[in-house]
Each structure stands twice: as structure tokens, then as C-alpha cells.
Nanobody, 126 residues
Framework: QVQLVESGGGLVQAGDSLRLSCAAS????????MGWFRQAPGKGREFVAG????????YYADSVKGRATISRDNAKNTVYLQMNSLKPEDTAIYYC???????????????????WGQGTQVTVSS
């Protein structure tokens, strides 16, 4: 297992930007596909963005495409999610997750990821 700790959430206004960070423990971080998910009140957890082990491939949910950028720094064992032009509907708890299968495929399903952080709250006011 790998331990994940998210940070960077907060209360912002519509149109603002936020950069979320996820710090991972362990020496094998660079081998894992990483993903960001979110869960709004009363809704299921949904995929936001994913990145391959070397950062060469990235995928985004349609709802954030063009507004979000996922990146990683394997030397720092950290994955980031830059969110711009935030909307009230982006309000949710944001989780990072690791796919420990050492796959080259960036999955979008919740069940494909094995380790999860505790989440960081993002609230966007209108």
C-alpha cells in the first residue's frame, strides 16, 4: 500500500483557481498511475483526471476538460491538480488515488484504484 495525503483545498469564489497536491509515501510512486476523484454531497465518487506513471498520458472528465491540469513530480512523490475557472458545481471533496497494478493504462473507474487519500474539501461560492 501507499499512503496518500491531499492538501490545497479551500473556499474560493467562482472563477478562481486552486492547486491541489497529493503527497505519496513509498519508493515506488513513479510506477503507479495516479488519479483525482471527487464526491459532492449526495452523489457518488466520480473521476476527474488521471495521469500515467511517467506523466506522458493524461485523461480528464468532460466536466473539467479545458479547466483542469493533472501533473506529477516523481522526484517529490507528488501529484497535482490545477483547477481554473472554478464553478459552484465543482464543490466536492477531492481525493487522490493510486492504481497499484503498475499498469500503463489510465483507468477512470473508482474500483480500479487501490489506495486513497483522506480527501480535501473544495467549496466554490457563486
Amino acid at each position: 500500500q501507499v499512503q496518500l495525503v491531499e492538501s490545497g483545498g479551500g473556499l474560493v469564489q467562482a472563477g478562481d483557481s486552486l492547486r491541489l497536491s497529493c503527497a505519496a509515501s513509498g519508493r515506488t510512486f513513479s510506477q503507479y498511475v495516479m488519479g483525482w476523484f471527487r464526491q459532492a454531497p449526495g452523489k457518488g465518487r466520480e473521476f476527474v483526471a488521471g495521469i500515467s506513471w511517467n506523466g506522458g498520458s493524461t485523461y480528464y472528465a468532460d466536466s473539467v476538460k479545458g479547466r483542469a491540469t493533472i501533473s506529477r513530480d516523481n522526484a517529490k512523490n507528488t501529484v497535482y491538480l490545477q483547477m481554473n475557472s472554478l464553478k459552484p458545481e465543482d464543490t466536492a471533496i477531492y481525493y487522490c488515488a493510486a492504481d497499484l497494478d503498475r499498469t500503463r493504462v489510465v483507468h477512470t473507474g473508482v474500483n480500479e484504484y487501490d489506495s486513497w487519500g483522506q480527501g480535501t474539501q473544495v467549496t466554490v461560492s457563486s
